[in-house]
Structure formats: structure tokens, C-alpha cells
């Protein structure tokens, strides 16, 4: 039985390190807290009582053990980001030519740069509901917090990524 359910986290091991990277913005520490996050589900699978979904359960694992790393070590990591392209859902394109493609990179470069700046609220909100796709009611269950937070948080942090985005291109006008 341990086997399957070790088995049946590894499928969520990937989610897991994206959701560490998020909080802890480096991915030596992402995947040792991904690490910590298996570790604590399969010493505390006692404790999952099957009202939420197992991914719902190992989420919240995985953002309390990236609580715990960021405590530990008093910062984030915000300036070396490296997300992965499944992530993004960015799509090769085919037929773009490279300046073309280049000036693409720079404008998702930006973004996420503006992404990781959001408040730590707002961020793991927008990233669960626009970036991971979870509902409003997963992402609620997942942050111990209300779908009417949520919602909020999703807006206040889509308001200042347009104010800081439209704030670039005047600079750059």
C-alpha cells in the first residue's frame, strides 16, 4: 500500500516543485522543498482524510513546507526565477523569425518579473487560478482562505500588473 501511495505522489512531484519555485524562487531550494513536502504526505497520510482531492492535500503540504524554507532563510529568491515553459503555456512558434521571437521572450521575461513582485497573497492566488488552473474553490481550499478572498486577491493582482505593464510601456515610449 506505502508503495502506491508514494507512487501516486510522484505524479504530483512535478506540480509540487512549480509550486515551491513560485514561493521560494530558486530551484535547488524548490526541489528540496518539493523533497520535504513528499516526506511530510507519506509520514502524515493519517492525516488525509479524503475531503479534498490529493493534489488539494500535497498542494498545501508543498506551500507550507515553502512557508517553512522562506522563515528559515528569511528571503525569496525572487531575482533568479527560472519557470518552465509548461508552466507559462507558451507554444513554440513555428514560423516566428528570431527577432520576432526574441521580443516575445522579453515581454514573458517582463511579465514574470511582474508576477514574482506581486505581494505573496496575491501572487499565489493569481498563479493557482490563471497560471495552475485551479478554480476559485480549489485555490480557496488550497490557501486556507475564502473563494471571495481569492477572488479579490486574483483582482487586486491583475489591477497592479496592468498599472505596472501600462506604467513600462509609457517608460518606453
Not at 516526506?39 to 488525509?48: E, P, R
Not at 498545501?60 to 503555456?89: F, M, P, Y
Not at 486574483?154 to 496592468?162: D, G, K, S, T
Amino acid at each position: 500500500m506505502m508503495e502506491t501511495l508514494a507512487m501516486e505522489i510522484a505524479g504530483h512531484v512535478p506540480r509540487m516543485y512549480r509550486v515551491a519555485m513560485r514561493i521560494v524562487g530558486n530551484p535547488d531550494a524548490a526541489q528540496e522543498v518539493a523533497q520535504d513536502a513528499c516526506v511530510k504526505a507519506l509520514h502524515g497520510i493519517d492525516g488525509f482524510d479524503g475531503r479534498a482531492a490529493l493534489a488539494t492535500w500535497l498542494h498545501r503540504i508543498t506551500i507550507n513546507c515553502a512557508h517553512d524554507h522562506v522563515r528559515k532563510n528569511h528571503r525569496i529568491d525572487r531575482g533568479r526565477v527560472e519557470w518552465r515553459q509548461e508552466t507559462l503555456g507558451l507554444l513554440a512558434a513555428a514560423e516566428a523569425g528570431p527577432a520576432a521571437q526574441a521580443e516575445k521572450n522579453d515581454a514573458y521575461r517582463a511579465a514574470l518579473k511582474l508576477v514574482a513582485a506581486l505581494p505573496d497573497d496575491c501572487r499565489a492566488a493569481f498563479m493557482l487560478t490563471q497560471l495552475d488552473g485551479y478554480t476559485y474553490d480549489e485555490a480557496a481550499a488550497i490557501e486556507s482562505a475564502s473563494r471571495g478572498t481569492i477572488a479579490s486577491r486574483v483582482f487586486r493582482a491583475r489591477q497592479i500588473l496592468i498599472d505596472q505593464m501600462n506604467h513600462r510601456l509609457d517608460g518606453e515610449a
